[in-house]
């Protein structure tokens, strides 16, 4: 029992602060209990974007995804604490990591000078020598433990390359909701995986077999048969013109390639050439800047909406609207730190796939929360996109514990 309960509390502790210590099926169930939470909190966000600006009650989708954004800032908070920093240190922190690759190039010149005039010249080097000094070079396993740290100055550089395709991915999901439902966005959604395994190999991160071209195909046809019944003449579950919902639909798909973009942009900044091992993201410092990128440089973008009449600015009209978004900037604030940590410890391609587990829970909540109709073929296609994750997640674990 002992065991059990510091086995739980570890898993707790590392949910929120990465425990290098996990071995390779620890750190898989770990994403895998990342992931559930971020299922669960998608849909909740989903359903409350849906409620905000399907009835043109407030249809801001730019803001919304400007205040839920924004907010990831105060994750700097945590992370100034942990680290035991304050703002000045921190900023000198910076400072020493930009100077560093410079520094080190200026004492590489100083040795190779030294050398150089006790040797005669670098052509001095017996064959022996030199392939010693190549393969040290070159080897990934011989880096210290700071070299498997990406630094603070990389991670905000890599928050600021971040942060278009992630607030770009959001922002059209957010708009898609305005047109189609939380299940058939959802749905369309998934497509992600398509996306992520593609692009994915073509940079070397993912590796394309018979079953994941079979999970892809189940997955792809699932939401052919979702987006066939979703834009019917005769759909009872919607009353908007068929040419709108195809363009709720096509900003879901625009979203989900974005998403498999943005995915392994962030995998393959993680991962060490010509090796299997992975730097450390310090996530708390990487969404705190995401945050802060947001509220700076995107707030002209309000007000180049509101003068051309795109997305007129106002505050919510009613203390309904204004409590469900900030209930849903909570949501966000959450889910997708927990996202992150999903795709660091597993694979994107999982990630991407299992949020495919968000259409059950989205066509229940259409079904209960909104009276729609049951279809007997919406059911199939969901089911069969759902056979797709299963087949590709226990392909990818497998690849993954036997690579560790």
């Keep these: 029992m002992t065991n059990l309960r510091l086995n739980i509390l570890r898993y707790l502790r590392a949910f929120f602060i990465p425990d ?13 209990i990342n992931l559930a939470a971020v299922v669960i909190f998608w849909v909740s966000s989903s359903f409350l974007v849906n409620a ?25 908070i945590p992370y100034l604490k942990l680290e035991r920093l304050s703002v000045k240190e921190f900023i000198q922190k910076l400072k020493d990591d930009y100077n560093r690759p410079k520094t080190i190039a200026g004492n590489d010149e100083e040795r190779m000078l030294r050398y150089g005039s006790q040797c005669g010249s670098q052509t001095d080097l017996t064959e022996e020598e030199s392939n010693v000094l190549h393969i040290i070079d070159s080897n990934p396993e011989a880096k210290s433990d700071n070299e498997m740290e990406i630094g603070s100055y990389e991670t905000v550089k890599l ?3 971040f942060l278009i395709l992630w607030f770009s991915a959001n922002l059209v999901t957010n708009a ?38 079979v999970g892809i195909l189940l997955s792809f046809t699932g939401v052919l048969l979702v987006t066939k019944i979703d834009t019917q003449e005769d759909n009872p579950n919607t009353n908007m013109p068929t040419l709108l ?31 299997k091992k992975e730097k450390n993201l310090n996530t708390h410092l990487f969404f705190g800047f995401v945050g802060i990128f947001c ?7 309000l007000i180049l909406l509101h003068i051309f009449e795109v997305e007129t600015f106002e505050l919510p009209p009613t203390r309904d609207i204004t409590t469900m978004m900030i209930v849903n900037a909570a949501i966000t604030f959450i889910s997708d730190f927990c996202w992150c940590n999903a795709v660091l410890l597993t694979s ?10 968000t259409i059950p829970l989205a066509m229940i909540g259409d079904w209960v929360i909104k009276g729609m109709n049951v279809n007997i073929w919406y059911i199939f296609g969901a089911g069969v996109v759902t056979a797709g994750f299963l087949i590709i997640n226990k392909d990818e674990e497998d690849d993954f514990v036997i690579d560790e």
């Design 295 to 301: 509220f700076v440089f995107l707030w002209p973008v």
């Design 159 to 161: 928050s600021l390359q």
């Design 245 to 275: 919902v195809l363009w709720g639909n096509i900003l879901a798909l625009s979203g989900a390639l974005i998403y498999g973009i943005y995915t392994i942009l962030l995998k393959h900044k993680i991962s060490i050439p010509n090796s």
């Design 348 to 357: 994107p391609l999982t990630v991407t796939v299992g949020l495919s587990m």
């Design 20 to 32: 290098s210590s996990l071995h390779s099926r620890q750190k898989w169930i770990l994403g895998l």
């Design 176 to 213: 898609s909701l305005s047109y189609t439902s939380v299940a058939s966005q959802t749905i369309l959604s998934s497509t992600s995986s398509f996306f992520t395994l593609i692009i994915g190999y073509l940079v070397a991160i993912e590796k394309i077999n018979q079953n994941k071209v």
């Design 52 to 76: 905000i600006v399907e009835d043109d009650s407030y249809r801001k989708p730019f803001f919304i995804t400007y205040i839920n954004t924004s907010c990831f800032c105060f994750y700097i």
